[in-house]
């Protein structure tokens, strides 16, 4: 470790994603306390940008790395085909092997610059509340900042579903998932809806739902998601992921759904690669023939709205790729969203990072105050972080160095 004993660290020579000039920053006791010219011997990161660490909002780490568990013809199916494929190969899950495949992960994530996760886990029949013990155990040992939402895969409205739900809330889950997509018809996803809400309120746990996953302007619940979280007085706690039928409807219907979700104070979660890829098909379906798409990133941006990214799935029957970098990650939002503006590259890397953190009720920032979970990138600049290899030079935890890659800090720039 880089950082003295006590947790002292003094980065010396440090860019920064908002400034053209260099800058010390001195992280003690785990946050940062100083900011500016300072005295004293240090890390000197040679002008490279330091920022807080990427923040991975969304992914499922109790599904991660199941590809070695597939045979060839269980690749490229739909949505629908792959929740039934799961179901197989969660009949044989066992808890360390679950920590097993998501602790690897986990170390990856961090080697990438993560230095806080959200993780969905599966809470249902066929698994029981195995991934969640799995990925309450890593959480208590991790290197990373891990929140773990109880994801309610079969749904609510069963008593026995929604009691395992219960269950999982009162056995580590920090919060509450939802997905309105299992319920048959539009008339139980708002029941859904509406169960969630009362669950949240019942146990005063924050709530993230999966909600309007395609194109189909016709799966649109993210106004009643905005109404409910109001009527329940929610505001503030809740985060919609995916959120890709606002694309698809009119603008006029887009904007007054956006007002909503502002004045709702919800958080919009956006995972990019897997949104374009979701299949929903048949072959006659139109909204999913080229791809699938993506929300209004840069409305709900100007709206004001928290939009944060998420890598969703790694390696798994939902999304066979992923290499655990939000570089990557945030490389495909750009290029989804056409976000190619002077002054995107440093709005993306927030929404990778500080936007996440907000999510997860972390104080990630570069003022003094805030939580020394920083990163140093190979780049001089935001633009160029998003230019270069994305190998994460030093990652730094509360003011110690968890990961360093220093053949590329001699080499790269
Ligand atoms: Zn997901």
Redo the contacts with the bound molecule.
Sequence with gaps: MVGVPGGKLLIKNAATPHSRSTTDILVEDGAISAVGTLEGEGMDVGGRLVMPGFVNV???LDKADLLSKMSPDQYGKSLEENRELLKALKKNYRVEEIRERAGRVIDEFIANGVTAIRT?VDVDATGGLKPLEALTQLRDASRAELQICAFPQEGVLREDCLGRVEDALKSGADLLGGLPLVEKTREEQLQHIEVLCELAVKHDVDLEV?VDESNNPEDFLLPVLAEKTIEYGLQGRVSA??CISLSAVDDKIAQETIRLVKEAMMNVIV?PS?NMITRFDTADDVHSRASNSITRVKELLAAGVNVAV?T??IRDI?YPLGNCSMLRELHVLASATRMTGEEDPVRLLGMGSANGASIMGLNYGLEKGCTGDLIVLNARNAREALNTTPVIPYVIKGGHVVCESVHEVEHGG
């Design positions: 969304h992914t499922h969905q999966q992921t995916h995972t897997a998420g969703d799935n939902f």
